[in-house]
């Protein structure tokens, strides 16, 4: 019992993180009238990005027909004077007719073909040489789907959104250090800047590149769960500016709109899965090696929900 419990919170939890990330639609103007629904597609506004129209969609989607649609998620580490890796991808398939979504992580290594680069590297590294274009059309490569729509975060922003929510709390599972921060292991309460340290621990970690998005998930995370709360409700201009400055999307308010009144079932049913690999040394490069049944196996379960052949 105690396990479910577990699970069904873990899951409320992503389903919270896929409804920040399309920039808190779900909330509704009705609940915190007009001065707080003008700030939020005010915010929305301002992470319009790159326009994308995936070569692999014969027809426009349509949103009033309930047609499933897919988009990848991406949580780049950005800083001054670095254009930055995707070290967190997923692509998320949304089915109304199934009511369900499904989540697939792709790890950052993952050697495969940069498209439009003419390169075989880490996954990852199709953002750092193309931005989101050449990050869309490498994952649409891979995994032979239309990439519908992007959402992009920013992980340096995680200090405005951390401070903007007034602060959070995350459990931690070991005692760490880094750049003159001690996070002790338990529950520890992080400001912004504190977020930020701990989000970018990796060497301090036996765990490496998991351990760090373990943590990065974790903030996220506690940012939803701090930011859907009442108590941050008189900060909310505080908050979607936050966002405005680190999330981008090719999502426009409009459509997000659309998505709640004719999805709001599928947001509710979330199934997680990732892509499984080996790892390998190629001329002293660590990559993560993807069997061919496997990724066709990923291939297949994603056609098969976004209802394509």
Do not use: C
């Not at 729509?149 to 929510?165: C, R």
């Amino acid at each position: 019992m105690r396990q479910e419990r577990k699970k069904k919170k873990r899951k409320n939890k992503w389903l919270k993180f896929f409804g920040i990330l399309l920039l808190l639609f779900l909330i509704g103007g009705a609940v915190y009238g007009a001065m707080v629904y003008q700030s939020l597609k005010g915010a929305v506004n301002s992470m319009q990005g790159t326009e994308h129209k995936s070569e692999k969609r014969l027809e426009d989607i349509k949103f009033k027909n309930k047609d499933p649609f897919s988009v990848l998620i991406l949580g780049v580490d950005e800083r001054t004077n670095d254009v930055g890796r995707s070290d967190t991808m997923i692509v998320v398939t949304v089915n109304p007719k199934k009511q369900s979504m499904e989540m697939l992580s792709l790890p950052r290594d993952i050697r495969t073909e940069i498209v439009g680069h003419g390169t075989t590297d880490k996954m990852n590294h199709a953002y750092a040489y193309g931005g989101i274009p050449m990050a869309i059309k490498t994952v649409e490569a891979f995994l032979d789907v239309p990439i519908d729509y992007y959402i992009k975060m920013n992980m340096e922003g995680f200090q405005d959104i951390v401070e903007a929510v007034g602060g959070i709390t995350v459990e931690n599972d070991m005692n760490l250090s880094h750049g003159g921060y001690s996070f002790p292991k338990g529950t520890i309460t992080l400001n912004g800047k504190e977020a930020l340290v701990y989000s970018r621990i990796r060497k301090e970690d036996p765990r490496g590149d998991f351990g760090r998005q373990m943590r990065q998930r974790q903030v996220i995370e506690a940012i939803v769960e701090k930011g859907a709360s009442l108590s941050s409700l008189t900060n909310y201009r505080g908050i979607f500016k936050a966002l405005g400055k680190n999330v981008e999307t090719n999502l426009t308010f409009d459509e997000m709109m659309s998505i709640q009144t004719h999805y709001k079932k599928a947001l509710g049913s979330i199934k997680q899965s990732t892509i499984e690999g080996n790892g390998q040394r190629i001329n002293g490069i660590w990559y993560l090696i993807v069997p061919e049944e496997e990724r066709l196996k990923a291939q297949n379960k994603l056609k098969a929900h976004l209802e394509i052949q």
